[in-house]
């Protein structure tokens, strides 16, 4: 099975900030990504698919790209609402893995 | 507008079986694809499995032989029925549309969760 890799595991950013976070796939995912935002206590919330295309409604400081097995989820000016956790996931053939999760705090 | 609701108990005794309904609202099961992720107290999210709209199943194969998906269209309701649970199956259980067009796929609506407790 294809393994999700996210890194950092967690960050801690100062409003205004650029972030970056990564994930990487075992294989080839082509540009089967899916980046999903998780606050605390709600279900997942669709913010990129297919590696870098923004879901409808999410702001555009949002920026997801990359291709293969190597994903990049970047926000510009962070907004203290962007606190959260941010998962990757392969998402084209099943399994749909996961990955373990970026937490980004708020300094 | 599109909505989903899981229900089911919240406590469960080892060894048992869970079930959980997950209904739907807003587009048709036999043309869209409904999937269960859980996610145990502070840790990430698993895909467990699901069906899609010609009623065809697919499961985690690290679950497969424990879980069971089915559905009624009638009743635009989506089943998941697990034995034998243990305590590390205590979690909060999602249910999410599989929005899904050539190669794109996504889980882009999301139920609001439901608490499961596995304990005697």
């Known amino acids: 099975n294809i393994v999700m890799t996210q890194s950092p595991k967690s960050m801690s950013i100062s409003v205004g900030d650029r972030v970056t976070m990564n994930c990487k796939a075992s294989q080839n995912v082509y540009n089967n990504i899916a980046w999903y935002q998780q606050k605390p206590g709600k279900s997942p919330k669709l913010l990129i698919y297919y590696a870098s295309n923004r879901y409808t409604g999410v702001p555009d400081r949002f920026t997801g790209s990359g291709s293969g097995t190597d994903f990049t989820l970047t926000i510009n000016s962070v907004q203290a609402e962007d606190a959260a956790f941010y998962y990757c996931q392969r998402i084209y053939n099943s399994p749909y893995t996961f990955g373990a999760g970026t937490k980004l705090e708020l300094k | 507008q599109v909505q989903l609701k899981e229900s089911g108990p919240g406590l469960v005794q080892p060894s048992q079986t869970l079930s959980l309904t997950c209904t739907v609202s807003?587009?048709?099961?036999?043309?869209?694809?409904v999937h269960w992720v859980r996610q145990p107290p502070g840790k990430g999210l698993e895909w467990m499995g699901g069906?899609?709209?010609?009623?065809?199943?697919d499961y985690n194969s690290a679950l497969k032989s424990r879980l069971s998906i089915s559905r009624d269209t009638s009743k635009s309701q989506v089943f998941l029925k697990m034995n034998s649970l243990q305590t590390d199956d205590t979690a909060i259980y999602f249910c999410t549309r599989l929005l899904y067009y050539g190669y794109t796929r996504y889980f882009d609506y999301w139920g609001q969760g439901v608490m499961v407790t596995v304990s005697s």
């Open positions: 807003g587009f048709s099961l036999t043309s869209n694809s």
């Open positions: 069906i899609w709209g010609d009623g065809s199943t």
